[in-house]
């Protein structure tokens, strides 16, 4: 049966997996293990997900959400709780997506990328210092924001489209249709 453990080895594998350390012990925790190691840990804790039911985890993730600020949520938005439970049942979402962060190639590309959107953003909209009231600055802000937000997220979809395309054929099956 599964239990709150369960759920924290699964992010505690995702995190080291991603490099995020939550303490000094699993920062030294996380430098001596491989990535391999690391896969094989997330696939024992993945595989005692696949095993259950799906309304078994949504059962679980429901008795897990009581008293938090998105259990209501969760109530109203059902489709958000399918989602959850059939990434964590596929065999290929999660990994595939933490497969991005041992990409160093394809991270420095996107990372020069985002460099480049910023300066793109001071050429384009912050070197023309026209003089706006209070409303035109917030709806140039805001459409600056957008411009560059949805260049960022272009450019991180078309440099790790292939990890992120199981998660995203779960997104549309689950929550577009």
Same mark, same amino acid.
């Given at each position: 049966?599964i239990n ?19 303490? !000094? ?17 997330? !696939? ?32 109203? !938005? ?33 990372g020069l ?61 689950v929550l577009?249709?």
């Amino acid at each position: 049966m599964i239990n709150r453990d369960h759920i924290l080895r699964l992010y505690f594998v995702i995190g080291l997996l991603v490099g995020v350390a939550f303490s !000094n012990d699993l920062r030294a925790q996380s430098k001596e293990a491989s990535p391999n190691s690391l896969d094989d840990e997330l !696939n024992q804790t993945l595989k005692v997900f696949r095993e259950l039911d799906s309304n078994q985890i949504k059962e679980m993730m429901f008795a897990n959400s009581k008293g938090q600020p998105y259990e209501q949520y969760l109530k109203k !938005n059902p489709k958000i709780l399918d989602f959850a439970v059939r990434v964590m049942q596929d065999k290929s979402a999660i990994p595939s997506v933490l497969k991005i962060s041992r990409d160093k190639t394809r991270l420095i590309y996107f990372g020069l990328t985002i460099l480049g959107t910023i300066i793109f953003g001071y050429v384009a909209f912050d070197a023309s210092k026209k003089k706006r009231n209070a409303f035109g600055r917030i709806l140039y802000g805001l459409k600056k924001f957008l411009i560059l937000t949805t260049l960022r997220f272009i450019a991180f979809c078309g440099f790790f489209y292939k990890d992120l395309t199981p998660i995203w054929n779960i997104f549309v099956d689950v929550l577009l249709k």
